[in-house]
């Protein structure tokens, strides 16, 4: 199950956090992910992807359109669009 990541985000901040997290997913960053695979929820960005990876609901996250201008949703996205990618290799599979 692979695609291309699309970052739809036109906020030059908002784009730069989404392509930080992606990069951090496909190098398994310690920020996102424990040496032994596990998620790390220690931060707020982390927190969010993970919300986004697990299929968390959008509307009841972010139900206006201010709050999907947000560093948070962009970190959501960016979980959302990583179910697409290789799983890294410390990531259990």
Same mark, same amino acid.
């Given at each position: 199950m692979s695609r291309r990541v699309q970052n739809r985000f036109r906020d030059p901040m908002l784009r730069?956090?989404?392509d930080a997290l992606i990069d951090a997913y496909r190098r398994g960053h310690p920020s996102l992910l424990g040496p032994d695979g596990t998620k790390q929820r220690g931060n707020a960005a982390a927190q969010? $992807?993970?919300? %986004?990876?697990?299929?968390?609901?959008?509307?009841?996250?972010?139900?206006?359109?201010a709050s999907?201008?947000?560093?948070?949703?962009?970190? $959501?996205?960016? %979980?959302?669009?990583?179910?697409w990618l290789p799983r890294p290799v410390c990531l259990p599979g």
């Open positions: 730069k956090q989404f969010a $992807f993970w919300s %986004g990876f697990d299929s968390g609901d959008v509307c009841r996250l972010y139900p206006t359109p999907r201008r947000t560093i948070a949703y962009a970190c $959501f996205r960016a %979980g959302q669009e990583a179910t």
